[in-house]
């Protein structure tokens, strides 16, 4: 049976969204609430829709903002390509903040996601990728130091691991990712300006060189659902 009540609720706010500037703050959740006539946990779960959709933006702290019309980053998964690639397509601004770069010694993690022996000097790259200046992906790559090293990448560096070593020649092959909704961990949530606990689109990837031998990059990608379409195209039986 439709739960018309959480229906009504849920038709309120996107009407009192709608009405919100982009950019402005609604009233505090405890007002919130009590103004719709439904309780905390309740308002929250109506709420997360919306999250999803890209249309408010709770920031840890400081309250829930209405974000406004966004464009979506549309792109099939059948081809690896950089966001900045896709995001060229749309003519969609893609700045890079959060970056940082630096050598570590593998963990029990990252030496299973890169084949190679716990200890090994790694480089990891983290950032958060903006669209249209909002927070939109927080991406971090780890790679064995025969590949990279941190002094490697310029100063200039965009954000796009693939792009790089695509550029300097590197000769890659196929891609494996692992594909899974999340909670948005302490460390992701922050520089992503959403609650710890927000649902995410995770990929955990592996890229392999041109022989499919070697791992080359493992990376985890957090995406913010709302401002990506992500598809794949699929053929029936044998045909």
């Known amino acids: 049976m439709p739960n018309f009540p959480f229906q009504r609720l849920q038709a309120d706010l996107a009407k009192l969204i709608a009405k919100t500037p982009a950019g402005q703050r609604l009233i505090s959740e405890p007002e919130l609430a009590?103004?719709?006539?439904?309780?905390?946990?309740?308002?929250?779960?109506?709420?997360?829709?919306?999250?999803?959709?890209g249309?408010?933006?709770?920031?840890?702290?400081?309250?829930?903002y209405v974000v406004g019309k966004i464009r979506a980053i549309d792109a099939g998964l059948e081809k690896l390509e950089s966001i900045e690639t896709m995001a060229r397509r749309m003519n969609l601004e893609i700045t890079v903040s959060d970056l940082h770069i630096e050598g570590l010694d593998a963990d029990v993690d990252s030496a299973k996601g890169l084949g190679v022996a716990e200890g090994s000097r790694?480089?990891?790259?983290r950032r958060v990728i903006r669209a249209d200046r909002r927070p939109a992906a927080y991406l971090i790559d780890t790679l064995p130091e025969?590949?990279?090293?941190?002094?490697?990448?310029p100063g200039n560096f965009h954000g796009s691991v693939l792009d790089f070593l695509i550029e300097r020649g590197d000769k890659l092959g196929i891609s494996r990712a692992v594909?899974?909704?999340?909670?948005?961990p302490t460390d992701v949530a922050k520089p992503l300006e959403i609650q710890r606990d927000d649902v995410l689109l995770a990929f955990t990837s592996q890229l392999?060189?041109?022989?499919?031998a070697a791992v080359v990059?493992?990376?985890?990608?957090?995406?913010i659902p709302g401002y990506f379409h992500f598809h794949v195209n699929r053929r029936v039986g044998s045909a």
């Open 34 to 53: 009590k103004q719709m006539g439904v309780s905390r946990a309740t308002l929250r779960e109506a709420m997360r829709t919306f999250e999803t959709q």
């Open 55 to 64: 249309v408010i933006r709770r920031r840890q702290g400081s309250g829930t």
């Open 122 to 125: 790694l480089t990891r790259i």
């Open 146 to 153: 025969t590949i990279l090293k941190p002094a490697d990448l």
């Open 179 to 184: 594909i899974s909704a999340t909670n948005a």
């Open 208 to 212: 392999f060189d041109i022989k499919g």
């Open 217 to 223: 990059d493992y990376s985890v990608s957090y995406f």
